[in-house]
Structures are given as C-alpha cells and as structure tokens.
C-alpha cells in the first residue's frame, strides 16, 4: 500500500465486500432481506477547501475536519492535507423502494426498518473501517460515533449539527444536493451515508460537478418538484427545505403512525427520496 491509488482501492473493496458479505446488513433479523444494495465509496482530503467554507457558511460551530481529528488525537502532530475522509453511500434496495412507492402520507415498514436498523448498521460500518485502519498503524475516528458530534442550530439554516455525512460526502465526489436538501448519488438521493477521517495518504477523487446543486433538475432548468408533491407535510417549495415543518411531522405524526402500525420506535418519514426522478440515479 505503498501507492495512493492502491490504498483507495483497498479501502473501497474492503468497504464493498463488508456492506455486501455481512449478516449484520439487514432489515430485520425475521425478514432476511438486506439494509442496503452495494455501495459507492469516495474520497477527500482535509485540506480541500470546501470544508473551511462549510465552517464560515454553516456556523463556527462546524467542526473541519483538522479540527475533529484534532480534539480525537491530541497528541498527534499533523497537517490538514494528512487527513483522509472516507465516505460511503449506502442505497435503499428494491425491495424497499417498492414498498414506499406507493405510500403518500405514512412511511413503509421497510422504509423505517432501513432508518433503524440500517443506521444501526452503518455505524458498525463506520467500526469496521476505523479497525481495518488501526490494523495497518493508521489513526481515524467516525465522527457520528464522536462525543464531539452534536446537535445545534445554524442561523442560517436551522437545525445543524457539529458534521453532517452529506456534506462530506459531496467534498468526497459523490453527489450534490437536490431542493429538498437530500444528496443525489450516482445511485440516487434514496439512501444513507457514512465517514471516517483517518491520518492518512489516499487520492481525493475528482468531482465531476462544479456547483453544489448540480444534479438537480430544479436548479438545472425549473423541470421538477416532484419531491414536493411527495413530502406530505409541504415542506418543500421553491424556496427549498423548510426543516421546522419536516420535523413537526415527523415528531408528530409520522412517530405516532410507526408506533401503532410497526411497533417501532422512530419519527422516520423520507418519502420525498422516494418516487422521484433522482431516487436511484443522477437523472
């Protein structure tokens, strides 16, 4: 692993073949169908500048990731182009897309066990990379599984949180942002992602787009709002992502629904990732 390119490629078939071979990549241990499809994997390094300008455009309480990495080992010396951020997107699988097609006002079972126990799961991922890295002498940390990641609230855009997975992995090359502040991937926006930062040397993948809303058909050229007309609470509008109306459904029906049809604790609703042009692919 001497080469940079080598190193990537480790790391992103030790991803695959995780998320794919593993039993823990499930839905529920009686239904016997996995979390999610295969994965994408992509790459930055800690010197790119969009971080430092998600810190100035989010709030100061954004943690770069020089800072995380920092705060983790502070006993290690470093410069920012050290560090390696590792992303990974995780799709929703046939099965549940299926299934939440055809739901307009309430999640599927499906849906909510993907956000349950699929997120179990994508922590043990972020796990998996972090003891794959420390095997080989390297330093890393998950930042959702951080004391240092944490909930606020940016004036600018309302709730926050000290680092976002999405954020990371559009540095990392592998999506940007559609108007309802979801990330479309090359496999879609229906999906969930990861990362870890680790003290180490890889090659940061070029990104393809040159604005952060590329993909979007809303942004490219007013075509589409069908996540819109998906979103039950009618959240979204021209003016984007209204987070406060999202999650006062959410707190307020969706959980209350889940609970008395699933059993299942949770607020989970995502049916604007799903029967839309971008839910399995850039489009």
């Keep these: 692993m001497n080469k940079k390119r080598d190193i990537n490629k480790w790391i992103t078939k030790s991803i695959i073949d995780f998320v794919n071979e593993s039993k823990e990549n499930t839905l529920d241990k009686n239904l016997n169908e996995k979390a ?33 990495f920092s705060k983790t080992y502070p006993d290690i010396k470093f410069k920012s182009s050290e560090l ?9 699988t046939k099965e549940t897309k ?15 066990l993907s ?21 080989e002498g390297f330093s890393a940390l998950s930042p959702i599984l951080s004391p240092l990641w944490d909930n606020k609230k940016s004036k600018k855009y309302g709730y926050a949180s000290t680092w976002s997975e999405r954020h990371a992995a ?29 003290k180490l040397d890889i090659k940061p993948i070029d990104k393809s787009y040159k604005k952060y809303n590329e993909y979007c058909l809303y942004f490219k050229n007013r075509s589409c ?3 819109a007309e998906r979103c039950p609470a009618k959240a979204i509008t021209e003016k984007g992502h209204d987070k406060i109306k999202c999650r006062e ?16 604790d949770s607020s989970y609703c995502g049916l604007c990732q799903f029967k839309v042009p971008c839910e399995s692919k850039i489009p």
């Design 225 to 227: 709002m069908k996540c």
């Design 249 to 264: 459904y959410q707190r307020q029906t969706t959980s209350k629904y889940i609970k008395n049809e699933y059993n299942i």
């Design 115 to 135: 956000r349950v126990n699929g997120d179990k799961f994508n922590k043990k991922i972020g796990k998996f990379v972090i003891e794959l890295l420390n095997k």
């Design 36 to 68: 999610w499809g295969s994965p994408l994997v992509g790459f930055s390094r800690g010197d790119d500048k969009l971080y430092s300008f998600l810190k100035k455009d989010i709030g100061d309480f954004y943690l770069t990731p020089y800072e995380m």
């Design 170 to 198: 559009y540095v990392s090359g592998l999506g940007t942002f559609g108007l309802s502040d979801g990330l479309i991937t090359a496999v879609g926006k229906a999906m969930r992602c990861g990362s870890v930062i680790a």
């Design 98 to 112: 299926s299934e939440q097609y055809n739901k307009k006002y309430f999640p599927s079972k499906r849906a909510v």
């Design 84 to 92: 390696a951020i590792i992303c990974w997107i995780l799709p929703q």
